[in-house]
């Protein structure tokens, strides 16, 4: 009963170009009383993003002074650049009663899904590398030093949260493979009423 009335914190997880946002631009339309933290980052800005509302985007020295000041609620690098959540957007929207959604990559999301009580885990997976691969080629955001990066970082990431898995130790409470795109939003639709409604695994 009590779960019902606690906000939830929702961390998306998944390789880069698995179609984390795009599920998630999918799904915000049937969702309400819920906000996107918006991330801090040190990366370029790619052509159409728009400062405070894709990213914050930083400069590695003011993204460090942040850190220093406790200002981020979980940070981490990821192809060179620097990534966090800020604070004080998270909790204020927790203590007015909001349901929060991040979208950040898989040390930053254990962090979280360990230490935090009211996070759950969802973790974005591809039907496999060939097709993540000509995803994150068709996107055309990325160069092809940081496709192969993203790659490679993406082998990391399916390989632990397998070895996770394996161990019993799994940071994340459901798993969508991202197919068919229409299916998949209706799981994630799916999954995150289940766990506003305080149907969770845990
Ligand atoms: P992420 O946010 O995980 O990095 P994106 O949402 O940017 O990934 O998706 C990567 C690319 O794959 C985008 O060009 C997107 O349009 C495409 N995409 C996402 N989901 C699917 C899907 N189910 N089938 C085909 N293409 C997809
Ligand atoms: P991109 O450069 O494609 O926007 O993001 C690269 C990776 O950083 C993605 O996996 C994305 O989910 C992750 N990311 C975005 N914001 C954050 C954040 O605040 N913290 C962490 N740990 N990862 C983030």
Not at 29 to 54: H, I, K, M, Y
Not at 76 to 84: D, F, I, K, P, V
Not at 90 to 104: F, H, N
């Amino acid at each position: 009963m009590e779960s019902e009335l606690i906000a939830k914190l929702i961390v998306i997880s998944g390789p880069s170009g698995a179609g984390k946002g795009t599920l998630i631009k999918s799904v915000l339309p049937s969702l309400d009383n819920f906000v996107v933290s918006v991330s801090a980052t040190t990366r370029g800005r790619r052509a159409g993003e728009r400062q405070g509302v894709d990213y914050h985007f930083l400069s590695r020295r003011e993204f460090l002074r942040k850190v220093e000041e406790g200002l981020f609620l979980e940070w981490a690098e990821y192809g060179g650049n620097l990534y966090g959540t800020p604070r004080d957007f998270v909790d204020a929207a927790l203590s007015t009663g909001k349901d929060v959604l991040l979208e950040i990559e898989l040390e930053g999301a254990r962090q979280i899904v360990e230490h935090c009580p009211v996070a759950v885990g969802i973790f974005i997976a591809p039907p496999d590398l060939q097709i993540l691969e000509g995803r994150l080629r068709d996107r055309k955001t990325d160069s092809e030093a940081d496709i192969t990066l993203r790659l490679a970082r993406a082998c990391d990431e399916l390989e632990a949260v397998e070895r996770d898995r394996a161990e019993g130790g799994l940071c994340f409470d459901y798993a969508i493979v991202n197919d068919d795109l229409e299916q998949a939003s209706r799981e994630l639709l799916t999954t995150i009423q289940q766990i506003r409604a305080g149907n969770t695994a845990r």
